[in-house]
């Protein structure tokens, strides 16, 4: 069994935009979810790596409350392990996010809550990965990841 599952996006060009670096930990929490899910396993902790333009990089990692391998809880540890870089006119060439400690799906336990909420994302998500296995990745993905070209 791997031990770790990592994704990157580099960008075109070494990027400026704050928007633009926010909507890579989303795409990247996206695509690590999908593969561990399709690989029947869970990850324990999330670290994120960011390459700046001189070639210099930076990593924060941090251990998951529970092991998970739903897209909305890696997601929100990739923006929390991205906030807590406070980077400021950083001009980022890449971002990395690596899933660590994997194990079994099997082995995963989940605290049950009287909140129905809490059961809304993963029965999209279950869709969702159905979708994608049918029809392809690009199907079907957030929403804030969508690319619009402004006419001028």
Sequence with gaps: MVSESTCEHRFDRDELD???HRRAPLALADDLGTRLRTS????????CTVRFADASSTRRSRTL???TQHTV???????ALYDSLALQR????????????????DRATRQLTLDSTDDKPLAIEAVADRARARYGHSVLYPAALAVTTRKT
Excluded: K
């Design 18 to 20: 704050p928007a633009q």
């Design 40 to 47: 029947g396993q869970i990850a324990t902790g999330v670290t």
């Design 65 to 67: 409350p529970e092991p």
């Design 73 to 79: 809880l890696l997601a929100r540890t990739a923006y």
């Design 90 to 105: 950083a001009r980022v060439r890449s971002i990395a996010l690596r899933a660590d400690a994997l194990s079994p799906d």
